[in-house]
């Protein structure tokens, strides 16, 4: 057996005792990782979204966050109204 096949089983083994252990860290850890990489994935798509306008000669004046439902950039003044 390899080096790399004991150094898995043994990440493997961790990771089971501490969904064991810990069920509901686990399920909160388990969302948030979820959460960010469909984060990453929506301003990946966001990004992708404006390199292909810029090169069709498209406005991005206009594009909204769809996350929050406020032009992009939009600075909050902290009573929920932007400038």
């Known amino acids: 057996m390899s080096i790399g096949r004991v ?3 043994i990440v493997v083994l961790l990771v089971l005792y501490a969904i ?3 069920p509901t860290q686990s399920a909160a850890t388990t969302s948030n990782l979820a959460s960010g990489l469909a984060h990453a ?3 990946t798509i966001v990004f ?3 390199v292909a306008t810029s090169f069709t ?3 991005t ?3 909204y966050s769809q996350t929050h439902g406020v032009p992009s950039g939009g600075v909050s003044t902290g009573d929920g ?3």
Request: hydrophobic residues 20%; neutral net charge.
């Open 7 to 9: 150094v898995g089983w």
């Open 41 to 43: 994935g929506q301003q």
């Open 61 to 63: 004046s206009t594009s």
């Open 20 to 22: 064991i252990t810990q």
């Open 81 to 83: 109204s932007y400038p």
């Open 48 to 50: 992708i979204q404006s």
């Open 57 to 59: 000669g498209g406005s």
